[in-house]
């Protein structure tokens, strides 16, 4: 695979490699990088990756190689202090522990180098008071900024440009390419390769960058702005108080109508049907522009004419979306907490991605241990535009399955489609975490099974033999936190959906069973999922064979492979879907999996978890 890398790099061509667990991809990809005295993007799909590569790999390969580099590390700039809108906050803020925050917060903002928000531990992600001290592309003011000589966010850019290897993620990357495409982007230094790990993620990913979106969030945090910009621009801070107003209103109008239209966090189609919604999307946009044009006129210094021009580009951006041809992809809407984000995801961002890669004369690498479905990369290469230009390469896994791995099929699991799957899902997978006294993983497709199933654990281990088990469930903490818990306790259940099917490591015997409720196929449901069957249809494929069944292969590939992670790895991979056996395409998806042992016989699965115990 180094070799691979090296000629790509060479030649400024482009490679799609597979490289199984355990083959060391990721020294494979970064010791030609680093020999290679070329300027290098590296892109990784999870913060966990970045961070071992930037603060582990890299230092310990430029001291094997006597040839250290100089590395960045680079975030979007949702991870940095924003000194600007630090200083402009009110020093009272509508949460509980607001006064203690703010207190965390300024000792910090006066003492910290890098500005980097992982460095309070205290202030998680999804807390409000991060969106209040970081920027947005819409709202930096860039160069006009008084606090520009002390930004962290372009700090870390000229880090960057002067680095000659950059650890980025994939969000940033795309980010960044969607910009280039509009003339505008440049937050990543030219490079003379980008390599791409986690490289699955991608086609989903670039198809939400590449598409037209609208967050209510920026409209709000314009309105909010707006009053301390006046009063700096010589102006009261009511000054343009009747088209502000009319703004808020109507922006709180198309909140409304978002939330009714749906539950909260989940997307759906928007349709024809949602009439309402439509109808105040365009008041909003219209208060949009009505502000624009009142900003501009003010004719008041850089900081107003900035908020004139995010006014404007937000009206743009809603207007996009709104008036979205059928042909430019699906419209969905999601309603929030607080707001609603919209927007188009494009059916196929293949040619796009295809159209920026070629201008650019860069090498494009990219890598993942799921790219391929039963060794042909077909899939992978045409969601990413990457057909008949790109070498490939697949390398399997050296770990020996065969010996280290049980599949279980259980025989008498009922059809996914029946209400008695999901009690019996319960059943078998408490029975099986029971036999191997914790150490697993059960894994479920959807977050209503996640639900029941910790309900009915919790009621079954609250008292008997199994009362010593310690149960973790996603969402009830960090996700860094229950694996530091699970690895700690030994004898721990972890139930978790679609964020512990991939990216997450637990080498040794605390980990010796995985459960899978169902095969990962999209809901029916999905707005996206429909959409692009009616797209696959009309361009004559099948939907189910020509993209469900690849999709539902790599992503049961990803949920199989977090049991083996080192030689010494062994345990049992339970999949509760009768669909394995009794349907054509179940073939098709176990021989997409590692080469393990299967087996019907439960004997079998307690004499395997005996062995991983002892």
Avoid at 119 to 148: F, K, M, N, V
Avoid at 353 to 360: S, Y
Avoid at 594 to 599: E, F, I, L, Q, S
């Amino acid at each position: 695979m180094a070799r691979a890398v090296a000629d790509a790099l060479e030649g400024r061509g482009w490679l799609v490699a597979e490289a199984g667990t355990g083959t060391g991809k990721t020294f494979a990809y970064l010791i030609p990088a680093l020999l290679s005295g070329r300027r290098v993007i590296v892109s990784t799909g999870t913060r966990t990756l970045q961070d071992q590569l930037f603060h582990r790999d890299l230092p310990q390969l430029g001291r094997a190689l006597g040839r250290p580099a100089t590395v960045a590390l680079l975030k979007g700039r949702a991870n940095y202090l924003c000194r600007e809108r630090w200083l402009r906050l009110p020093r009272e803020l509508p949460f509980g522990d607001g006064a203690r925050q703010l207190a965390v917060v300024a000792g910090w903002a006066e003492s910290t180098r890098e500005g980097d928000l992982a460095e309070l531990p205290d202030l998680p992600d999804g807390h409000p008071l991060r969106e209040r001290i970081t920027s947005t592309r819409e709202s930096c003011q860039a160069g006009r900024c008084a606090e520009y000589s002390r930004c962290h966010v372009f700090a870390a850019r000229r880090r960057a440009a002067e680095a000659d290897l950059v650890v980025v993620n994939h969000h940033l990357l795309l980010a960044d390419l969607a910009l280039k495409e509009e003339g505008f982007g440049d937050i990543l230094p030219t490079a003379d390769a980008v390599i791409l790990d986690e490289a699955h993620q991608l086609p989903e990913l670039a198809a939400q960058f590449f598409g037209m979106q609208f967050s209510s969030r920026k409209a709000e945090d314009l309105l909010g702005d707006l009053p301390s910009l006046l009063v700096e621009g010589g102006f009261g801070a009511g000054h343009l108080e009747p088209v502000m107003q009319a703004a808020r209103k109507a922006l709180q109008l198309a909140v409304q109508a978002a939330m009714a239209s749906g539950p909260a966090g989940q997307r759906h189609a928007w349709d024809d049907d949602l009439v309402d919604m439509d109808r105040h999307a365009r008041g909003l946009l219209g208060a949009l522009c009505d502000l624009a044009d009142a900003l501009r006129a003010l004719d008041a210094g850089d900081a107003l004419t900035h908020a004139a021009l995010r006014a404007s580009a937000l009206a743009a951006e809603l207007d996009e979306v709104v008036d979205a041809p059928a042909t430019a992809g699906t419209r969905l809407l999601q309603p929030g907490a607080r707001g609603f984000t919209c927007q188009v995801l494009p059916f196929d961002i293949g040619p796009k991605l295809r159209g920026i890669m070629e201008g650019r004369p860069t090498a494009w690498i990219f890598t993942s241990a799921t790219l391929a479905v039963a060794g042909d990369f077909q899939h992978f290469l045409e969601r990413m535009g990457l057909t008949g230009r790109c070498d490939t390469l697949a390398i399997d896994s050296p770990f020996d399955y065969p010996r280290q791995a049980l599949l279980y099929l259980p025989t008498g699991m009922p059809d996914p489609a029946t209400a008695e799957h999901g009690d019996a899902v319960i059943t078998t997978a408490a029975s099986l975490a029971e036999l191997s006294g914790g150490g697993a993983f059960l894994l479920f497709t959807s977050h209503r099974a996640l639900s029941m199933a910790a309900r009915r654990l919790r009621e079954r281990w609250d008292t008997g033999a199994a009362a010593s088990l310690h149960l973790l469930v996603q969402g009830e903490a960090p996700r860094e936190q229950l694996l530091r818990e699970f690895r700690e306790h030994g004898d721990a259940v972890l139930l978790g959906t679609a964020s512990f099917w991939e990216g997450v490591d637990v080498p040794g015997d605390a980990l010796r069973l995985v459960t899978i409720d169902r095969l990962p196929f999209a809901s029916p449901e999905d707005p996206v999922l429909r959409a692009r069957a009616r797209h696959v249809r009309e361009q004559g494929g099948n939907p189910f064979n020509d993209f469900q069944l690849p999709e539902a292969a790599i992503a049961l590939k990803q949920g199989v492979g977090r049991l083996v992670r080192s030689e010494e790895d062994r345990g049992v991979v339970a999949i509760l879907d009768p669909r394995l056996t009794t349907k054509g395409y179940g073939r098709q998806l176990v021989a997409a999996l590692p080469p393990m042992r299967r087996t019907r016989d439960l004997l079998e699965v307690q004499q395997m978890l005996a062995r991983s115990t002892a």
